[in-house]
């Protein structure tokens, strides 16, 4: 009895699963465009807005849109965590009150920040390196 209860509950769990991806399969049309975030310069010609099929080089700059985007998010998120341990590596510096490891700690601690604002800035960089390979 408890097996063919499992057997009922995982047909479906399964089916719940997998309808809902062959309905949509069915209905959707395949992508040919994406929308630009900003603006791309490849081969020396502009793009921005849509840029659809008809462009003959469409997918590579959807491709470098796309790591513009991961770029931003990574960036932004690097910049926060930069900012929070300088703030944590001067806390450690006010509040050492003559404790060398303590001082050592915080100095160390500004350091990973400081190489961390310069891994930032090189990923940053990365669309446009990558862009100057590609085009």
Sequence with gaps: MKSSFYVLFLGILIASLVLPVVTLAAVTA???SCKLA???TYNGQT???TVSDSTSAWGVI???NMMNIVINIIFIGLMILVIIMVLMGAFKLMT???DTAKVTAGRNQILYAAIGLIVALVAKAV???VSALFG
């Design 30 to 32: 395949p992508v040919n």
């Design 62 to 64: 959807c491709f470098l």
């Design 47 to 49: 793009y921005s807005g």
């Design 127 to 129: 669309p446009s390196i």
């Design 96 to 98: 050492a009150a003559g």
């Design 38 to 40: 900003e603006s791309i």
